[in-house]
């Protein structure tokens, strides 16, 4: 079988466990149904997700050739985790919207949505534990790094003079530190501590090059899972955003007036935006997703020779190429 093949049957695997994982738990007597799990499910199952974390764990395997049978449960567990941090983000951002569908804290109120999150969190931890126990550990590091990250990007709201390593943290927590614990599990159960090391460096700078890739999509209008200049409506600090601002005194003093109100009309925004494009700064957040991504290759080191690892090469590069070629189709 071959790459394309491996994976897609590995993801079916993993699709299977996760709605294994899912199945309604005891709620108490005389309760029909379980409302957390059935909120989990409306979020994990069938919302088109593009399953990136298991995807990682897979090809992270292969490059240490682990065989997928050992895979499934690091696999359902990075997305659970993910998904966890999804549910808490919602609540949140008072997101009403994911990938088309109403969000759970849309439909069961935020109550459910926080409680479904940590209830699929504290299953996946204590289903890591009985796998192996070094794998708990550093799920529980992540878990704590994420959370970390996730309240330094709500402190940071609105704040135009956040330092462009200060945002760096945060998407790496966020993002980064989950793709690099794909890696790091996969290597860990093949007791390869140098693989751990580098596939965890890989992860972390991918996950920052992924995030400034959305932060550009955000500015383009070429992310087909939210609105165009949602950052700027939710007065969250992007790549662009902060080096427009730093760039064009003018522009910053548009945005600090309009981030001082609740809302921001949608001409307003679309001057913004495209004042944010104008002044070059998409340009200069595609050159550091592109360090990013050249520094995620650098820590493959000999790995790239293998077959999971050229396939990871690949991927990066894919993403690179993606947004470089959105960057020339919208900015002229």
């Not at 809302?263 to 944010?276: L, M, N, Q």
């Amino acid at each position: 079988m071959d790459t394309a093949g491996k994976l897609s049957n590995f993801l079916g695997i993993v699709e299977q466990q996760l709605g294994a994982v899912l199945v309604d738990g005891d709620a108490g007597p005389g309760v029909m149904g379980d409302t957390l799990m059935e909120a989990a499910r409306h979020l994990c199952l069938g919302s088109g997700s593009k399953r990136a974390r298991p995807m990682l764990v897979s090809l992270f395997g292969d490059a240490v050739g682990l065989s997928s049978e050992h895979l499934v449960d690091v696999a359902v567990s990075a997305e659970l985790i993910h998904s966890a941090s999804l549910l808490h983000d919602d609540v949140v951002d008072a997101g009403m919207f994911r990938r088309g569908r109403p969000t759970v804290n849309a439909r069961w109120g935020n109550i459910v949505a926080v409680m479904s999150g940590d209830l699929i969190l504290s299953t996946t931890l204590l289903r890591l534990a009985q796998l192996d126990e070094r794998l708990s550990r550093s799920a529980l590091s992540v878990v704590s790094e994420m959370t970390r990250a996730a309240i330094t990007e709500v402190e940071a709201r609105g704040v135009m003079e956040l330092p462009l390593p200060r945002l760096r943290y945060i998407a790496e927590g966020k993002t980064g530190s989950l793709f690099g614990w794909c890696g790091h599990a996969a290597a860990t159960l093949a007791n390869q501590p140098e693989a751990a090391k580098r596939f965890d460096g890989f992860g972390r700078h991918l996950g920052v090059a992924f995030q400034i890739a959305d932060d550009i999509r955000d500015v383009l209008g070429t992310d087909v899972g939210k609105p165009q200049y949602a950052d700027l409506q939710s007065r969250t600090p992007s790549m662009p955003i902060l080096l427009a601002v730093e760039k064009d005194e003018g522009l910053r003093r548009k945005l600090k007036d309009a981030w001082a109100f609740s809302s921001i009309t949608p001409d307003r925004i679309k001057e913004i935006g495209a004042s944010i494009i104008a002044c070059g700064a998409v340009e200069q957040s595609l050159a550091q997703m592109n360090v990013e991504i050249d520094a995620a290759l650098g820590y493959l080191g000999s790995f790239a020779n293998s077959d999971g690892g050229a396939e990871l090469a690949s991927w990066a590069r894919k993403l690179s190429s993606g947004i470089t070629d959105q960057v020339r189709s919208k900015v002229a």
